[in-house]
């Protein structure tokens, strides 16, 4: 099968985003350029440990979620948006001359990826994407080539075969949430392209930072910090079992001791958090500030969060919303979105490459 990281040649796609806590579907459309709106999403919350450090552990138990999350899509797209982690790729800029043919391009990536990347060509996949003209020399282009193992495609194809539905694309997570933030980006008139923004998103098991100056990442570190922690005391003080956990924390049908103890507890632990990944920033580079952070993942959710860190860090905090200059369908219950769409990011830059032009 003839498997792109980019330009789908399908119309309809939906992206699909397998992560440790669930599998994430979106579907948009198009309403005029530049302009989307939000047709249906779906997050299935997956059991502990089916999905761990970005490797599909267990297999049935993700397919099952993919099916589920699919159905209750009530969409009739099968084309899927899929990415892998930036951990499984290998990705490097070449510079090549200008008006190269199709054929001419091919060749070079191929003999330049092979000079790079530890593997023989037909244990890879391999693509590449023009980016435009190169920054230092007239006459010549840049070019974005990513190639992968081909055994960690391989466990995400099965995911989605298995579940009925037709991978075309493969992104990179990281490329694809950049999409996403770059339209956060446009709604915040206050930024310049000097501006750093702290993107921090705060997932399961994981808090990622990436410190961003206009669409470049000048820092990424991530740390050992997650949701998942607030879902273990669950279990533990409630006795519940750790999918009934991560559901009513979602709902928020927890005992009273939950918003009183728990949570609070938990809220200045990630402030914390994100205040110690800031000053290690500060230390490691030669950057004193931040002009703005923003709060991504499903700990973004959490009520008040974004005052918190905020009162903690001394630094101007919102929650990442890459649905806010969309319209929204009359199938998506508002207030749901509301709460997900920090944790939609990658999803929806997937969903996002059905725009792309090809
Ligand atoms: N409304 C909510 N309130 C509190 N916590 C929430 C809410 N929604 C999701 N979470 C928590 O956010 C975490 C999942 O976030 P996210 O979907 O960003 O993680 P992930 O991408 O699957 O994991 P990781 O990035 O660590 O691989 C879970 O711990 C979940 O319980
Ligand atoms: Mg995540």
């Known amino acids: ?42 997050i299935e919350v997956l059991p502990k440990d089916a999905v ?20 209750r899509m009530s969409t009739s797209v099968r ?18 001359p200008d008006g190269l043919r199709d054929e001419e391009l091919d060749a070079l990536v191929e003999s330049e990826a092979s000079q790079y990347i530890p593997f023989s060509i037909d244990e890879i996949n391999l693509d590449y994407q023009v980016l435009g003209p190169a920054p230092a020399s007239s006459g010549d282009q840049e070019v974005l080539i990513v190639a992968s193992k081909k055994d960690r495609v391989e466990d995400r194809l099965t995911v989605a075969e298995g579940a009925g539905l037709k991978p075309v694309v493969m992104d990179v997570e990281s490329y694809a949430s950049q999409l996403a933030f770059d339209l956060i980006v446009q709604q915040l008139p206050d930024l310049h392209s000097s501006s750093l923004v702290a993107l921090v998103d705060i997932g399961m098991n994981t808090m990622r930072l990436s410190v961003l100056r206009g669409d470049a990442a000048v820092y990424t570190k ?14 533990r003080r409630y006795g519940m079992s750790y999918s009934e956990a991560e559901t009513a924390k979602r709902t928020g049908d927890l005992p009273g001791d939950y918003e009183t103890d728990l949570l609070p507890q938990f809220s200045e ?16 580079t030669q950057f004193d500030r931040v002009d703005l952070i923003m709060l991504a993942g499903g700990c973004a959710a959490i009520q008040g969060i974004a ?14 919303n890459p649905f806010a200059g969309m319209t929204i369908s009359s199938n998506v219950r508002g207030n749901s979105l509301q709460s997900d769409a920090a944790s939609l990011l990658t999803v929806c830059g997937l969903a996002l490459r059905r725009f792309d032009p090809s």
């Open 79 to 96: 084309n899927v948006a899929m990415a892998l982690p930036a951990s499984a790729v290998i990705s490097k800029k070449i510079i090549v």
């Open 52 to 71: 761990t450090d970005g490797n599909i552990a267990n297999v049935d138990a993700v397919i099952s979620g993919v099916r589920n999350a699919w159905r």
């Open 222 to 235: 991530e740390s050992v910090f997650g949701g998942g922690m607030l879902t273990q005391d669950i279990v």
């Open 307 to 320: 005052n918190q860190v905020a009162s903690r860090t001394q630094v101007n905090t919102v929650i990442a």
């Open 1 to 42: 099968m003839a498997l792109s990281f980019f330009n789908p040649k399908a119309r309809s796609l939906l992206g699909l985003d397998v992560c440790s806590s669930a599998v994430k579907m979106l579907e948009l459309s198009a309403v005029g350029r530049n302009d989307f709106r939000v047709e249906r999403y779906a």
């Open 269 to 284: 632990n990630l402030s914390l958090e994100v205040a110690r990944a800031l000053q290690f920033f500060f230390t490691a």
